[in-house]
Structures are given as C-alpha cells and as structure tokens.
C-alpha cells in the first residue's frame, strides 16, 4: 500500500489549466482567436480579389470573373493549428515591421490587419518579387487556396490605383498621374 500525502491529494484535486499556446492571442468560447487580416488585391485591368484570415481560424476567398460579374471562385477553409500559427507568425511581423512602399508591380493590394488590443495596420503597396514582410503574408495566404486568383495581364500603368473600385472607374481615374508623382517625390 502506497503512502499518500495531504500534498499529493491537494495536487490531484487542483483544477488542471493547459499551458496557454503563446501564439494564441486571446480566447472567445474557450477557442483560440487569432488576427483578421484583409486584402483587396487586382491589376489595373482586373476586378477586386478578396483574401480574409478570420478571428477563428477560416480562410475566405473571393476571385471574381474578369467582368466582375459573376463569382469565379469563392470558398473558405478552417485551417490547421500549424498554417494559423505560421500565418499568425507572419501577419505579427507585417503588423510591426515599417510600411514598404514599392512602386511598379502589376500587382497592388490594400492589406489590413488586426490583432486584438493594438492599433490597427493599414497598407497600400505593389506586390512584387522581393521580400517585405506583407508580400511574404500574401503569398503564404494565396498558398493555401485552391483557387487562382484573377490577375489578368494589363497593357495600362496604374501604379497608385484603390483596388476596392472596379476597373473602370480606376481606368477613368484621372488623378493617377498626379498620385503617382507625388509618390515619386518620396
């Protein structure tokens, strides 16, 4: 017969709290909440691609048809405990790191991102080749989708367009030349 301690029961009956996963920003109904993250994304020529990490886990997509009509693609997946800690990793260092503006890509997003009880990051920049930390976010988040997003190939130059318009509107924008002259000064 084993001897048993006043301390070992104590610790026996003691409530059990799981260590907290320190990517794990806060909890809402016992589950783990992570960042949102947003991003509006499209050529000059193109419509409005949405990509969308959500507070519990889902990523949403939305790839419209060129004529910006009809849904081409649309879905959203739950995502695994690995592929939202790498996310969380990677929307934490674009949230801190310094805002990149990089001119010339064919590609340009606003991205937004909120994690819980900080300041809101806001960014308005060109997808390109080269690293800077909300490129990075980007291309991890489009890697998980099945879909391709609809980038059709421009002939226009917009460097400075708000992909949250429809194309025409940003083809008819008259003051592009002038935003990205001030641009040019930076």
């Known amino acids: 017969m084993a001897l048993v301690t006043a301390q070992?029961?104590?610790?026996?009956?003691?409530?059990?709290?799981?260590?907290?996963?320190?990517?794990?920003?806060?909890?809402?109904?016992?589950?783990?909440?992570?960042?949102?993250?947003?991003?509006?994304?499209?050529?000059?020529?193109?419509?409005r691609n949405q990509l969308a990490l959500g507070r519990r886990g889902s990523l949403m997509w939305s790839f419209p048809s060129p004529d910006n009509k009809t849904p081409?693609?649309?879905?959203?997946r739950l995502l695994g405990t690995e592929e939202l800690k790498r996310l969380s990793l990677l929307a934490e260092v674009a949230q801190l790191a310094d805002p990149t503006i990089v001119l010339g890509g064919p590609v340009i997003y606003d991205l937004g991102?909120?994690?819980?009880?900080?300041a809101y990051k806001r960014l308005h920049t060109t997808f390109t080749d080269g690293y800077t930390p909300a490129n990075?976010?980007?291309?991890?988040?489009?890697?998980?989708?099945?879909?391709?997003?609809?980038?059709p190939a421009c002939t226009e130059a917009a460097p400075d367009f708000n992909p949250s318009v429809v194309p025409s509107e940003r083809r008819s924008d008259k003051h592009t030349a002038a935003k990205t002259d001030a641009y040019a000064d930076r």
């Open 8 to 47: 070992a029961v104590a610790a026996e009956s003691a409530p059990v709290t799981p260590p907290i996963d320190p990517f794990d920003y806060s909890y809402c109904g016992g589950k783990p909440v992570y960042p949102v993250v947003g991003y509006n994304f499209g050529t000059a020529c193109g419509p």
């Open 72 to 76: 081409l693609h649309r879905g959203k």
């Open 113 to 118: 991102i909120d994690f819980q009880g900080r």
């Open 136 to 151: 990075e976010l980007l291309r991890a988040m489009l890697a998980l989708v099945p879909d391709p997003p609809t980038l």
